[in-house]
């Protein structure tokens, strides 16, 4: 079956896997916010398949919130939506989409001593609920 994804849902797609990953910097900044995103981002990178395809590129334009809540209130919404729009079009990419994300999460959350803190474990939690929420 071949997909045709239009540029919005590509920038749906975008913004909810980068969000993720800006999440959990956020979510790491006492650690170190940069290192957090580097994991995420190769992660994203990665990823095979039309969603590889798409996550490529980082979303452009997009003004993310300025505080960790903010930021949640538009990747969280965001993860449902492109799960959503995948079940509809590709299942298979549904799949692929929600494991890249949480490989990028879980990434994105690993520290030197292995265990990540529990506010990034708190909001791997939430990324994943946004995901199954679809």
């Not at 994804?5 to 790491?28: E, H, P």
């Not at 299942?91 to 692929?96: I, K, L, V």
């Amino acid at each position: 079956m071949s997909i045709t994804l239009i540029d919005q849902d590509k920038l749906t797609l975008r913004t909810a896997a980068w969000g993720a990953v800006s999440l959990m910097s956020a979510a790491g900044a006492a650690g170190s916010a940069h290192k957090v995103a580097t994991h995420g981002s190769i992660a994203l990178t990665s990823a095979t398949g039309l969603v590889g395809h798409v996550l490529t590129k980082a979303p452009k334009g997009v003004k993310y919130g300025k505080t960790v809540a903010e930021l949640a209130d538009q990747v969280l919404p965001a993860l449902t939506a492109a799960m959503s729009l995948l079940k509809k079009q590709a299942p298979a990419e549904a799949d692929n989409f929600r494991r890249t994300v949480i490989v990028a999460v879980e990434a994105a959350a690993r520290t030197r001593q292995g265990e990540p803190s529990p506010t990034m474990a708190d909001m791997a939690r939430k990324i994943t609920e946004a995901l199954d929420a679809a």
